[in-house]
């Protein structure tokens, strides 16, 4: 499962979610302006819009990962 969140006065609200038959394959997280996108093999799986991220500069976003161990594998992690 994707989902994604906005931290907001210290609590977790989420904005989209999707399931995905595998979770192998390349991952890659966007955002742009507003727009927070998720591929997954350079197929967009998930959007969603939030205007607080706007105008508010890098690090305003972030990725986690999360599974039982062992489960969650990151490998060639980049930020442009």
């Known amino acids: ?10 609590a977790y609200v989420r904005l989209a979610t999707t399931t995905v038959a595998s ?3 390349s991952l890659r997280f966007e955002v742009v302006g507003s727009t927070q ?3 997954l093999n350079n197929t967009m799986i998930l959007s969603a819009n939030d205007s607080t991220l706007a105008g508010s500069g890098p ?5 986690r990962a999360s599974g039982a161990v062992g489960a969650v594998t990151i490998d060639n992690f ?3």
């Open 1 to 10: 499962q994707v989902n994604l969140y906005l931290k907001q006065a210290g």
């Open 23 to 25: 979770a192998s394959g």
């Open 37 to 39: 996108r998720v591929f």
């Open 59 to 63: 690090s305003s976003a972030g990725f």
């Open 78 to 80: 980049a930020v442009s």
